[in-house]
C-alpha cells in the first residue's frame, strides 16, 4: 500500500482527539542526593579517569564563573555568564563524547571546553579580548571557540547552531554513506552535539534543525538544557507542551528527558544516544531538566522575576556535591586533597586574571583581516585611511596608535 | 564551445563542481529528482546519488542553516532558494551566520566552502513575490560576495568562481533570461573573476551601468543611442560586492556621464552607493549629474509591471537627459 502523506495507517471509527499532554515523559535519574545509585537504576559504565576527569571540570567552571563574576562587578571585565546549577548537565554530555565530536554550543557551555583542554590562559585571554584571545578580541566575554577542540565559536544570536549542527553532521556522515546504495556502509566517527536552551527552542531555527535531521538522518545529538528561564521569562511562559522533549516525537526523533544535576543519568543517556546515532545515522533529542541557579549574566537580576524561595528550593541541589558524594563512594577522591586542590585553583585563577588583563589589545590590522579571506579593495582603501588619521591623532585612539605600520 | 542556454551552463558548471569533489552536495526545495522548479540541477541526483543532490523540508532558514553547517565542516555547500524573493526567511543564518563566521571567529571557523544560488528579477509575470531584485539588503553586509551574471558564458565561469573562492558568495541568476539567453559556452572548466566590471562596448558620451538581466535592457538604449548620435560605453558590474570601482571610475573620466539601471526600487537600490562613490571619485570630471533608472519604490507590481520596470525606453530618456544637461 502505498503511503502519500506518510503518516501510520492507522484507521479509527472513533472520534476522538488525542490529548495536548497524551506523553507522559519520565526523567532519568540514577544518582540520589546522598550520591547513592538509585534502586532499579544502574550506574553507566565510566571509568575512574574519565569521572575524576568530569568532576575536576566541573570544581574548575563554578571556582572560574564565581572569579569571573565578581570580576565583572569590579570592572575588571565587561560581561560575564555563569553555569551555576548545569555544570553536571553540560560537562557529562560533553564527557560522553569522543574529543574529535563537534559540540556546537549556545553560550553557557564553557564547562564542556574546559573539558576537552581548553587552558585558563585561553579563558582568559577571550574574556578580557586581548591580542591572544583565539577569537581576536571581536566579541563580548564568554563566546569561546577552537577549531583545535572541535568547539564552534559561540555566535550570539539564539538557535542558529540548531541547523548549522544538522548540517555539519552530514558532512560527518557524508564518507560513510555508499554511493551506490545511499545506506551507511561503516560506522560514524564522528557526531555533532547541539546545546541550547529550552528559550532558544521557541526559535524557527530549532524546528528547522530537528526537522531536517530526521528527515536528512543526521547524526546530531540535540542537547537541550531546560533551566526553566530564558533570561526572566519562565518556561510556562515559553511554551505549552510537556518540555522540549515531546517535540521529539513529533519530529519522528528518538528522545530522552534526563535529570540534568545528575551527572550519572546525563552521562549515560548521552552515551547511550552517541551510540545510536553513530550507529544507525540518526538524530537524539535530549532534554536535560535543571535550575538555572544563577541570573542570565551579569547584566540580569532575577529578584524583579523569581523568589528567594524559588531559588532556596534549589539552591540545596548541588550537581557537583551530588557527583562529589558519589565519587568519595567509589573511593576515588579524597575530601582533604579536593579542599586543597580548590584553594590551588582560585589562586591560579587570580594569577591568570592579571597576566590576561594585562595584555594588550588585538592590533588594529585585526579591525579589518577575517571580514574575507583577503581584505577587498575597499576595506584596503578604508583601512589605509584610518591609518593615516590615526597617525594624526595618536592621542584619541592609545590601544593602537604606538603600533601602527 | 557548444550553445546553450543559461540553464544548460550552470547545470553545467554545478556537474563539474560535483565530479571534482566527492564531499559536494547541492541541495534545496525540489532540486533533487525533480530537477528545480526551473530543472538548473537536472539529472544531477541521477549522476551523484541522493546523499549528495537532495530534496530539503521547505525551510529556507533551515537550507541556510544546515548550509553553513556543512561549508563549516569543509564540504562544498551549494543551497538554492527557489526564488530570491523567497530568500528572507534565511536573512538571519546568511548575514549574522554565514557573513561573520570567519570574522568572529577569528579565522577558527569558515564558510567558504558555501554558494548560494537564487533566482532574481521581473520579466516572467511573476507579481509581487516571483521578481524580486534583493541584491541590496546583502550589499549591506561585509562578509558575502554577490554575484550576477548576464549570459550562459558568464553564467557557467561566474558560479565556478563563486563556487572556488574561499568566502560565502550569494550568485544571483537571472530568471527572464534562464531560457531565452542563449550563447556559446565552453564544455570544459573556466572561472571568470570576481569583482571585476567588464567593458561590454565601448563609447564616449554617456557610461551606461547595469547587471543580469538589466544588461540587454542599457543595450537596447545604447542603439536608441546610437541613432540618435550619442555614444555610449556599456559596462556590466557582474560582481555587487566586492564592486570594481576603479573600470566604472575610469568610464566615467572618459564620457563625464554615468547612468545606472536596475530593476529594484531605486531608493537605496545598489545603484545609489555608486553614484555616491563615483562623484566622490569623479567630481571634476562630471558634465551631468549621474542618473538612476530604476523600479519605482513600490512593491513590484503585475498588470503594471510594463509601466514599472527600468525599460530600454526610460534608460533612452535618461541618456538624452544626460547628454542634454
Redesign the interface.
Known sequence: MTNPNNISLNISHALKFIDSHALDIPTLTILGENGEVLEGAAAPDIDKDTAINLYSTMRFIRLLDERMQAAQRQGRVSFYMQCLGEEAAITASAAALKPED?I?AQYREQAALAYRGFTLEQFMNQLFSNEK????G??MPV?Y???ELHY??I?S?LG?Q???????????K??H?D?AT?ELNSEIDNL?ICYFGEGAASE??F???L??AA??EAPVLFFARNNGYAISTPADEQFKGDGIASRGVGYGIKTIRVDGGDALAVFAATQAARKMAVENGEPVLIESIAYRLGAHSTSDDPSGYRSKEEEAEFKGNCPIERFKKWLLKQGWLNEQEDEAEKDKIREDILAALKVAEKVQKPALEELV?????QP????QKQYEELKEHIKQHPEAYPVTAGRIK | MAKMNMLHAINSALDITMAENNQACIFGEDVGHFGGVFRATSGLQEKYGKHRVFNTPLTEQGILGFANGLAAFGAPALAEIQFADYIFPAFDQIVNESAKFRYRSGNEFDVGNLTIRTPYGGGIAGGLYHSQSPEAYFAHTPGLKLVVPRNPHQAKGLLRACIKDDNPVIFFEPKRLYRASIGEVPEEDYTIEIGKAEVVKEGSDVTLLAWGAQMEIIEQAAEKAQEAGVSCEIIDLRSILPWDVETIAKSVVKTGRLIISHEAPITNGFGAEIAATIQEACFLHLESPIMRVCGLDTPYPLALEKEYVPDALKVFAAIKKSVEF
Open positions: 563537534m556546537m584571545d583565539l577569537g581576536k571581536r566579541q563566546h571557540g577552537s577549531n564552534l565559536t555566535s544570536p542558529t540548531i541547523p548549522q549542527a544538522t548540517g555539519y553532521a552530514y558532512g560527518q557524508l564518507k554513506i554511493p545511499g555533532t524557527g531555527d524546528h528547522a534543525g526537522n531536517m528527515v536528512h583581516s577575517d571580514v574575507y579571506d577587498i579593495p575597499a576595506l
